[in-house]
């Protein structure tokens, strides 16, 4: 990935990714709330803030700036998504979004929470 896509992710905004990982999900029998608790169990957002976020049009660099907290275990996702080593992406950022990407995918592929939330 070049510079030139790492600012036009930087400058996406959530809000506008949101809506496809639901559909993603859904798509294959899962669930929004199933989702958010991805995304609640990564950034540390609850429900609230979460929603401000989708609100406010924020992009992803703001998105995982101002996270409470990236979970611990974030180093625990591994495998590859779009064609990228997720562990072995050096852009910080992307490597953010590319996580979240790939815990929507499992949730898609049918794998159970508790195996996507790495517990």
């Given at each position: ?20 990982y639901i559909q ?24 609230q803030t979460l ?69």
């Amino acid at each position: 990935m070049n510079n030139a896509n790492h600012a036009r992710v930087y400058k996406m905004s959530f809000a506008s990714v949101y809506p496809h990982y639901i559909q993603k999900a859904e798509k294959k029998g899962r669930t929004k709330e199933e989702v958010d608790e991805i995304i609640y169990w990564l950034t540390g957002y609850d429900q609230q803030t979460l929603q401000q976020h989708i609100d406010n049009k924020t992009d992803f660099e703001t998105f995982f700036a101002r996270a409470p907290q990236i979970n611990p275990n974030i180093s625990k996702i591994t495998g590859v998504i779009c064609g990228y080593r997720v562990e072995e992406i050096e852009d910080q950022l992307i490597q953010k979004v590319r996580y979240l990407d790939k815990l929507i995918d499992e949730l898609a592929k049918g794998k159970p929470m508790d195996k996507i939330l790495r517990k």
